[in-house]
């Protein structure tokens, strides 16, 4: 598959949560929802992104209690955001510049949508270890022979 617009590739449709909620409520989320990252959301305007791995570095390793602690706190703030309408080569782009893995999508002032690197590995590359990772259901090994599970973000 090409894909040339970020709408193609992305994981439509937003798991956030709110600046004040605790750091454990996001947690939960993402375990619910299976999902790395959360929006944080103030209204309806991105104000940040929360991942598995700022909850565990920002907030648990330094002994900081998740359920006192809020997302906005620990989240990566004022994220680098796409359009689903921008070429994908500008997300690529972009998540190199930035070091990132995960870019929110964008439109009209409203978060729709994620694209990751494991959205782009399924859509431009999608024999690559990556891709296969970024496909295999959670528990399920990556790597089994003639394995071709439903795709999900990375």
Avoid: F, H, W
Wanted: glycine letters at 8%; a negative charge.
């Amino acid at each position: 598959m090409t894909a040339d617009y970020v709408r193609e590739v992305m994981t439509p449709g937003v798991v956030a949560v709110r600046p004040d909620a605790s750091v454990a409520e996001a947690a939960r989320l993402m375990r619910a929802q299976d999902v790395g990252d959360v929006v944080v959301a103030d209204g309806e305007q991105v104000v940040g992104v929360l991942t598995d791995r700022d909850i565990a570095v920002r907030a648990v390793a330094k002994g900081l209690d998740p359920s006192g602690v809020s997302a906005r706190s620990v989240c990566t703030p004022d994220p680098v955001v796409v359009s689903p309408q921008d070429p994908v080569s500008t997300a690529v782009a972009l998540m190199r510049e930035k070091a990132v893995r995960r870019l929110p999508v964008v439109e009209d002032g409203l978060p729709v949508g994620v694209v990751s690197l494991g959205d782009l590995a399924l859509a431009l590359d999608p024999d690559s270890a990556l891709a296969d990772i970024s496909r295999a259901a959670p528990g399920e090994n990556a790597t089994a022979p003639g394995r071709r599970g439903p795709a999900r973000a990375g």
